[in-house]
């Protein structure tokens, strides 16, 4: 954390006395963070991934958008609350506020709250552990026990060693492994991309819809970095409204083309986000058995972006992201700053990402 502080501090300096300006600073950051950041493969017994992308060269990156003139910081989760669109596949949450008390013989009045009931990492802008998913050798056809001793995790660890009874926490591969993201972000409009309509259940964002923004965006010279995470804003996250209501938020989505996943694993990127409920694109009726997946999905798996992305490159997720003002305007390059909570063996965590950057950049 100190080496991380001396190098925020250090480039502030130099951006506050002007001695480059803005732009060239961002690129002589990206230039020289080029030969700083590490590349796979990573050591025995790994538990993050590509994470381990973090250190010097994402943080001079990210550095030179907190120097930057006119730097603006952005909320990229959503508030929580008992009304806020819920997850089907986690356990709802409900808050409970409790009276104002005191403590006799003080002038003190305070207030708290408690979670009464539901799954905290899995309701709101969270975010998920590489232990969230893992692989079976064969599609599990219903019946019987769920073949869970099966289980294959990212870096080949197995449901022994990650969690070996039903009720235990993660052993391996847990929230709580997380480092602190501190790294440059590219936000990629997509809703742009389509003409300025937000995308639709199933739709899916390509590889070539991301070359596609990145050369519209202006952005085809630098890229997609190692290290870097990327925020795709679809539009869907229009749809998130609180009170929840009728809302088809939770029902369905657009999401990542599984060509698109490989692609930014190839990139090295630390974490992906998209401000739709799963990463993965899910066709309307598809939750209720009554849509297959999107086309291009593989046989057997309907959330074939979170297996991948978990499971085998080692690449976080973030779901219910809030891009919509970092895309109104404009700031396709970022510091972002995500900090989940350490869990001990958890699958996943409530989360608020935030970027620095400059309008229109």
């Known amino acids: 954390m ?56 994402t943080w001079l990156r990210c550095a030179a958008h907190l120097a930057a003139p006119n730097a603006k910081a952005y909320e990229l989760s959503h508030e929580r609350s008992n009304t806020m669109p819920l997850s089907p596949f986690g356990v709802p949450l409900k808050y409970v506020y409790r009276p104002t008390v005191g403590i006799p013989g003080t002038v003190h009045a305070f207030n708290g709250e408690q979670v009464e009931s539901g799954e905290p990492g899995a309701q709101g802008t969270q975010m998920d552990a590489l232990g969230h998913f893992a692989i079976l050798p064969k599609a599990w056809d219903g019946q019987g026990e769920f073949p869970s001793g099966t289980a294959q995790y990212y870096g080949g660890y197995s449901q022994d060693q990650v969690k070996p009874a039903p009720d235990s926490p993660l052993l391996k591969l847990g929230i709580e492994h997380v ?65 929840a209501g009728n809302t088809p938020y939770y029902g369905m989505g657009p999401g990542l083309a599984y060509d698109a996943a490989q692609y930014l694993a190839e990139k090295r990127i630390v974490l992906i986000a998209l401000d739709n409920p799963f990463t993965d694109p899910v066709n309307d009726g598809a939750l209720q058995g009554k849509a297959g997946p999107p086309e291009g999905v593989p046989d057997g798996q309907p959330f074939a972006i979170h297996s991948f992305n978990l499971a085998e490159a080692g690449i976080h997720q973030i779901q219910n992201a809030r891009l919509g003002e970092l895309a109104a305007d404009k700031v396709w390059t970022s510091c972002t700053m995500i900090l989940p909570l ?20």
């Not at 309509?197 to 890229?223: F, K, N, P, Y």
């Open 342 to 361: 350490r869990s001990r063996g958890g699958s996943g965590s409530p989360v608020r990402p935030v970027s620095i950057g400059t309008t229109g950049e």
């Open 2 to 57: 100190r080496k991380l502080l001396g190098v925020l501090a250090a480039l502030a300096v130099v951006g506050a006395g002007g001695a480059f300006a803005q732009s060239d600073g961002l690129n002589d950051a990206v230039e020289r963070s080029k030969t700083m950041v590490p590349s796979p493969p990573w050591g025995e017994g790994d538990q993050v991934g590509m994470a381990n992308a973090l250190g010097q060269g």
């Open 179 to 243: 480092p602190p993201i501190v790294t440059s972000a590219v936000l990629l409009d997509a809703k742009a991309h389509n003409g300025g309509e937000a995308l639709g259940a199933g739709d899916r964002v390509t590889t070539a819809d991301i070359e596609a923004m990145l050369e519209s965006q202006g952005l085809a010279e630098r890229g997609i970095l190692p290290g870097d995470v990327v925020y795709i804003h679809t539009g869907w996250s229009e749809n998130w409204q609180d009170p």
